[in-house]
């Protein structure tokens, strides 16, 4: 194992995070861990996908932050806008990559000048958050493929801030909204048999009672489940939304189970929607949602 300590005021081997990321040799011999000292790093960091099995852990969320202000409406040299996917904060695209005890943040805020502005983006599999907060208000977080598993973790946003096409399960997690919008937007593919699962999680947010949506399909098969989630008055009594196409109904794959909280309402919730039995949740491990040849189990 190496260690690779970061500290901007010049304490450890890099004062950048991405100068202790280069470091690291491609497909390295033996996982590497890249400790953050206290600090806002404003930069923007890539774990390019031939460097995997390496860990970033910061001193705590509070202290190691790292932050950023690239937005899809900015222009390049070529006075084009960059769009959603040149904007994150952090991109991890290697597989086996576990990020803990740190904030990521993209403080470009919201409005039309400024869209979509990702502050984690996600393609690399296997990968573990815990103890991170993900800051940001439009597409906060991307998961473009792969599994992802955080726990105790915080993400905040306004419109779609968790979306993509991974398979991710959220334990004991804060999901805060900053104003109206929508939690979820999945692209599931068809072919995959989980999109975003939530266990035991809270929503909270500063949003008018009644104008958050748990989630709307970007692409027909959507796939979310919120189980024993704790859901505050913000929360929209229908809970889901079609993203004006009705047909989207009958593909999208939204579920919840137990449910509690003022924005629990399920007599109120859309028809298109599924109340899970027990039995169907007790099927939901970890290693059932994770499955795959090489029977990856975060929890391991």
Sequence with gaps: MRNIYVDKNGGGDFTSI???????????????TIFIKGGIYHERVIVPDNKPDIQLIGDNTQQTIISNHVYANML???????????????????????VENLTIENTAGFGPKIGQALALYVSGDRG?????????????FYSCRGRQYFIDCYIEGHVDFIFGSGTVVFTQCEIHSLREGYITAASTPKDIPYGFIFFDCRLTGSAKENTVYLGRPWRP?????????VMGKH????????WRNPD???TARYAEYDSSGPGSAKEHRVMWASTLSKDKVNLLTLEQIFQSCDGWNPRV
């Design 18 to 32: 991405q100068a202790a990321i280069d470091d690291v040799r491609v497909h390295p011999l033996e996982p590497v």
């Design 76 to 98: 390049d040299s070529n006075k084009n806008m960059l769009g959603t996917f040149q904007t994150p904060t952090v991109s991890i695209l290697a597989d086996n990559v576990k």
């Design 128 to 140: 573990i958050y815990k103890n991170v907060r993900l800051l940001g208000n439009q597409d906060t």
């Design 221 to 229: 098969y959507a796939h979310t489940v919120f189980i024993r989630t």
């Design 235 to 242: 929360i929209k009594q229908e809970g889901w939304d079609n």
């Design 248 to 250: 989207n109904e009958k």
